[in-house]
């Protein structure tokens, strides 16, 4: 069964950075690329980023180059996104979603609250 | 940057109704078109890969269609677990994803 294992939400001060993962289990983490996407309170969805494990390569939106930093660990098969110098636009919920051409599986979400 | 417009924003229907979400993309994505339901507190779920293929255990009712830069989905006999917000979303370049259609039952 495939799994996407999203770490716990985070309360952050403004200024700060958080890093949050996704834990693949169920297939094989170096056969598929990794998107993150952000969902802002009562908003859509925007996506941040995608990293290809296997190479290391990143691609990201150019809004968010700067904001998110993706990376990825072969040998946990956990794939990571820190945010940086979060502000409370940053407030939202984070998702990890597994690339078969488009986001087949979902982790459950971070939580991220910026507030001091 | 390929811009996708979803419409409407919100609708309501009555149980056993046929609804239809539009979403048009701003430059022809190939048929390259995935559709996501959304329940509240939960992570979205994939309905429809390749403009018109149904995802794995999803129900019948749905269906996509579309090409070029217009898609839509439509939801035949209206469930009560149907109440939820759609996203459609192109990966012809990157992804983008449409606003979302918040649907309610009348």
Known sequence: EVKLQQSGDELVRPGASVKMSCKASGYTFTDYAMHWVKQSPGQGLEWIGTIIPLIDTTSYNQKFKGKATLTADKSSNTAYMELSRLTSEDSAVYYCARDSGYEDYWGQGVMVTVSS | ?106
């Open chain 2, 1 to 106: 940057d390929i811009q996708m417009t979803q419409s409407p924003a919100s609708l309501s229907a009555s149980l056993g109704e046929t609804v239809t979400i539009e979403c048009r993309a701003s430059e022809d994505i190939y048929s390259n078109l995935a559709w996501y339901q959304q329940k509240p507190g939960n992570s979205p779920q994939l309905l429809i890969y390749d403009a018109n293929s149904l995802a794995d255990g999803v129900p019948s009712r749905f269906s996509g269609s579309g090409s070029g830069t217009q898609y839509s989905l439509k939801i035949n006999s209206l469930q009560s677990e149907d109440v939820a917000s759609y996203f459609c979303q192109q990966y012809n370049n990157y992804r983008t994803f449409g606003g979302g259609t918040k649907l309610e039952l009348k």
